[in-house]
C-alpha cells in the first residue's frame, strides 16, 4: 500500500453504495484494516440498510438517511467498547448494505410431476410453474441467517433454496384444495395467494418476504393431453357423417388449391375423395333405391349419466349420481341454492337452473293411502 492510498483512505469519510447489478442483495463497503474514521458520514439511500458489524457482533442497523457515526450516535457501540463521548481515534468494523427493493421476474417451477387425486381424472401427474417477487424485511435477520460474512450477496445465491420451497408449499396446497384440474386455471390467483401465505413464516425465519407470487400455467402430462384434446374435437364434431363430408370436402378443396402438391397428386387425391364422398351419397337417401337394404345399424349406446360436485363453504364433494343427488335432497343436504358443476357445465350454477336437477325438487308424493 503507498503512502496516496494511505492518505486518500484517512480522508474519504463518506460511505455510501450505489448499486447498478439489479441482483446484488448485501455489499460490503470495503476500508484498508476495516477502520472507519470517527465522525465519517453514512449515507444510507431509500430501499437500502446498512447494517453495522464491530468485531464479529451485530451492532446497528440503519435506516435510509445522513448519519454521522459517532459514538454518542451509536449507543450500542458504545455499550460494546465502552467508549467515552471524547474518544476520537479509527474504530474497526464493518458496514454492509442490504438492497430493501424488491426483487421481481424471478422463475419457479416444478422439477418433476405432482401426483394428484382429481374428482374427475382420478389419480393424475401435473406440472406447474410461474413468478414470484421476493424482498428483504429483517436486514439484521437476513444477514445472521443467511449472509453471514459474504462482500457481495446475489439473487442467485439463494433463489435455488427458495424455489425449493415454494414447490413443497404448492404440492401440498395443491392436494389439500380438492380443486378439479379443469377449475384451475380459473382459480390461479386464490392459488397464488394460498401459497404465499404457507410460505411467509419460513422466509420471516430468513428475513425476507414474498409480497406476490403467480402462478402462469398448470399442465397435465401430455398422454392426458393427448385424450382431452380428443374428446373436446369429439364433442364439436357433433354428426359424424356430416363432420365426414365437410371433412372431405374441406381436403379436396386444399388439394386443389395446393400449388406446391403436384397436379397429378393433386387431382388423383380429389379424384379419390369424390368416389368417397360418392358412396357415402350413394347409401344414403339419394341411392336407397339402388342399393339392396343395409344391415340394420347397431343400437346407439346408452346415454351417459351426469355425475355432480357440490360446493358448500369453500369445499368440493363428490362425484354423486343423479340418484345419490335426490337422495339428498330428501335429507336436506341439498337445496335450490346449492352449487353444483358436472363435466360440460360452464361454470357453477345453483341446482334450481340446472334443467336435470330442477325436476327433482318438483317431485311431489303420492297422496296417503285412505285410513
Same mark, same amino acid.
Given at each position: ?12 469519510? %463518506? ?10 442483495? @448485501? ?33 446497528? @442497523? ?16 458504545? +455499550? ?17 448494505? %442490504?438492497? +430493501? +427493493? ?9 422439477k418433476n410431476p405432482i401426483m394428484i387425486r382429481d374428482p374427475e381424472f382420478g389419480p393424475t401427474r401435473i406440472r406447474a410453474f410461474g413468478t414470484y417477487t421476493i424482498k428483504v424485511s429483517d436486514p439484521a435477520t437476513f444477514m445472521r ?27 401440498? @396446497?395443491?392436494? /389439500? ?31 425476507? +418476504? ?13 398422454? %392426458? ?54 358412396? /357415402?351419397?350413394? /347409401? ?42 335426490? /337422495?339428498k335432497v330428501s335429507s336436506g343436504e341439498l337445496t335450490r341454492e346449492s352449487m353444483v358443476w358436472t363435466q360440460g357445465q360452464d361454470g357453477w350454477l345453483p341446482a334450481e337452473d340446472v334443467q336435470e336437477l330442477a325436476q327433482l325438487f ?10
Amino acid at each position: 500500500m503507498g503512502i496516496l492510498d494511505f492518505l486518500t483512505g484517512e480522508f474519504i469519510d %463518506v460511505i455510501h453504495w450505489t448499486d447498478e447489478t439489479r441482483d446484488t442483495m @448485501v455489499w460490503r463497503f470495503e476500508r484498508h484494516g476495516h477502520e472507519i474514521k470517527y465522525g465519517a458520514k453514512l449515507t444510507v439511500r431509500e430501499g437500502q440498510a446498512a447494517v453495522f458489524v464491530h468485531e464479529g457482533q451485530l451492532a446497528d @442497523v440503519f435506516t435510509p438517511g445522513l448519519y454521522m457515526l459517532e459514538t454518542n450516535n451509536m449507543p450500542i457501540m458504545t +455499550t460494546l467498547q465502552h467508549w467515552d463521548h471524547g474518544f476520537k481515534s479509527p474504530f474497526k468494523s464493518e458496514i454492509y448494505f %442490504v438492497n +430493501t +427493493t424488491r426483487f421481481s421476474n424471478l422463475k419457479w417451477g416444478t422439477k418433476n410431476p405432482i401426483m394428484i387425486r382429481d374428482p374427475e381424472f382420478g389419480p393424475t401427474r401435473i406440472r406447474a410453474f410461474g413468478t414470484y417477487t421476493i424482498k428483504v424485511s429483517d436486514p439484521a435477520t437476513f444477514m445472521r441467517e443467511i449472509v453471514g460474512t459474504d462482500g457481495e450477496f446475489t439473487m442467485d445465491e439463494i433463489s435455488f433454496q427458495i424455489r425449493n420451497i415454494i414447490v413443497q408449499e404448492f404440492s401440498r @396446497v395443491i392436494a /389439500q384444495s380438492g380443486i378439479p384440474i379443469l377449475d384451475m386455471a380459473a382459480n390461479t390467483a386464490e392459488l397464488g395467494k394460498l401459497i404465499a401465505t404457507a410460505i411467509d413464516p419460513t422466509m420471516k425465519e430468513y428475513g425476507l +418476504t414474498i409480497p406476490e407470487l403467480y402462478i402462469e400455467n398448470i399442465s397435465l402430462p401430455p398422454a %392426458v393431453e393427448a385424450a382431452l384434446d380428443k374428446r373436446t374435437s369429439m364433442g364439436l364434431a357433433g354428426d359424424l357423417s356430416n363432420f365426414t363430408q365437410y371433412s372431405a370436402a374441406e381436403a379436396m378443396t386444399a388439394a386443389a388449391t395446393n400449388p406446391n402438391g403436384g397436379g397429378g397428386m393433386g387431382a388423383g387425391l380429389g379424384m379419390g375423395m369424390g368416389m368417397a364422398m360418392a358412396q /357415402q351419397m350413394a /347409401q344414403g337417401p339419394w341411392g336407397a333405391a339402388a342399393q339392396p337394404a343395409a344391415a340394420a345399424p347397431p343400437p346407439p349406446p346408452p346415454p351417459v349419466e351426469h355425475v355432480w360436485h357440490i360446493a358448500k363453504d369453500g369445499n368440493v364433494t363428490g362425484p354423486f349420481s343423479k340418484a345419490t343427488m335426490g /337422495q339428498k335432497v330428501s335429507s336436506g343436504e341439498l337445496t335450490r341454492e346449492s352449487m353444483v358443476w358436472t363435466q360440460g357445465q360452464d361454470g357453477w350454477l345453483p341446482a334450481e337452473d340446472v334443467q336435470e336437477l330442477a325436476q327433482l325438487f318438483t317431485v311431489l308424493p303420492p297422496p296417503p293411502p285412505p285410513a
